[in-house]
């Protein structure tokens, strides 16, 4: 069944919220190990489900990251700061359309990590430096809390 013929109330499988985003199935894979926030449904066998809600807020998430320009970090802190009702909030509507502008925003734009421009021709080696510097911050900052967990019962 084609996802234009499903209710909006349906749950859809991960391909048809993929098509209906307009990101390939593996970006939404992706986004859920980087948002906890993104958790669709998971039958037998890991077979994702995805919700109005999820899809409304993977619209939102979509809208950070490619037309607003932030990144994963930026993104994550966005809705930390603002919530996931203002990130689903931009992402309401249908069929990959995004709303309008969100309302006034509490974060100072000086805090969020906005991309670099893309690297020009005599500087490749950038956008991968630039990539393995937010994993390393990520494992970084697991790592803390990993070390915040064993402390107390040593």
């Known amino acids: 069944m084609s996802v ?27 986004w859920e190990s ?43 802190k966005f809705i930390k700061d603002n919530g996931i009702a203002s ?13 309008a502008e969100p309302g006034p925003q509490a974060v100072d734009a000086a805090d969020i990590e906005r991309p670099e421009p893309r690297p020009q021709a005599h500087r490749p080696a950038e956008a991968p430096q630039r990539q393995l510097q937010d994993i390393l911050d990520d494992l970084e900052g697991a790592r803390a809390k990993l070390k915040a967990a064993i402390e107390p019962q040593n």
């Open 34 to 76: 980087k948002f906890p926030q993104i958790s669709p449904l998971k039958r037998a066998g890991g077979r994702r489900f995805y919700r109005p809600q999820d899809l409304q807020l993977l619209r939102g998430v979509k809208r950070l990251l490619y037309e607003d320009g932030f990144t994963i970090k930026g993104a994550r």
């Open 4 to 30: 234009s013929k499903k209710s909006p109330e349906a749950f859809r499988t991960i391909s048809e919220a993929a098509d209906e985003i307009g990101v390939p199935a593996h970006v939404l894979r992706f």
């Open 87 to 99: 990130v689903m909030e931009m992402g309401e509507g249908g069929g990959g359309v995004v709303a």
